[in-house]
């Protein structure tokens, strides 16, 4: 089946602007992840969205981003007034979370949305 | 002390050699821990779990030691198609939602 797609696989924007990236889980997989990674660096947590819970967006740097995940499906992070230092990579994850399985499991990346803030 | 550490490398080896990788992480709530592997400009995939057993896979074998906080990785044989980053990966927390990736460790594999 599909893996997680994310769009634009590329995005060029001027400092200041407000971009929008679009990621689309794997069909049935109910926990969503965010994550960004600079050159050079690991890959850092944003949030976390898990069916009709309350998202965890404890690692989001700024109140210029936010993401919403309509539907238990499709996410879409955005970032406002966007600004050098957001350049990076930003990679969405999906897993199947099953309770019974009593722990975390395999998160499937996507290819990333390449963001290049100028 | 940063969360998840790993010696960047890079690790150039020839075909065939044995290699290790370590990583600590400073977090001891951490329940669940990984190795991933990201090629060049691509998206992360899980290489193997990690248990407080032990567990290989073919040639690879990952040990997790609680008491130093520390996870190990040794690949047998290497191959070409080895040569890759390693990432160290630890849960934050309980529930396991939130994952650490340490920066990795970049091997390279020579003919």
């Known amino acids: 089946g599909a893996g997680v797609s994310q769009s634009p696989s590329n995005k060029v924007t001027e400092k200041g602007k407000d971009v929008e990236l679009r990621c689309d889980p794997i069909s049935g997989h109910t926990a969503l992840y965010w994550y960004r990674q600079s050159l050079g660096q690991g890959l850092e947590f944003l949030i976390y969205f898990q069916g009709n819970s309350a998202p965890d967006k404890s690692g989001l740097p700024s109140d210029r981003f936010s993401a919403e995940r309509t539907g238990g499906s499709v996410s879409t992070l955005t970032i406002q007034r966007t600004q050098q230092e957001d350049s990076a990579v930003y990679l969405c994850?999906?897993?199947?979370?099953?309770?019974?399985?009593?722990?975390?499991?395999?998160?499937?990346f996507g290819p990333g949305t390449r963001l290049t803030v100028l | 002390r940063k969360e998840v550490e790993q010696d960047p490398g890079p690790f150039n080896v020839p075909e065939g050699a044995t290699v290790a990788f370590n990583c600590t992480y400073s977090n001891s709530a951490s329940q669940s821990f990984f190795w991933y592997r990201q090629d060049c400009r691509k998206e992360p995939k899980l290489l193997m779990s990690v248990y407080s057993s032990g567990n290989e896979d073919g040639r690879f074998t990952a040990q997790l030691n609680r008491a130093s906080q520390y996870i190990s990785l040794l690949i047998r044989d290497s191959k070409l198609s080895d040569s890759a980053t390693y990432l160290c990966?630890?849960?934050?927390?309980?529930?396991?939602?939130?994952?650490?990736f340490g920066k990795g460790t970049t091997l390279s594999v020579s003919s």
């Open positions: 994850a999906s897993s199947l979370v099953s309770l019974l399985a009593g722990g975390p499991n395999e998160q499937f």
């Open positions: 990966v630890v849960t934050a927390n309980q529930a396991g939602t939130a994952l650490i």
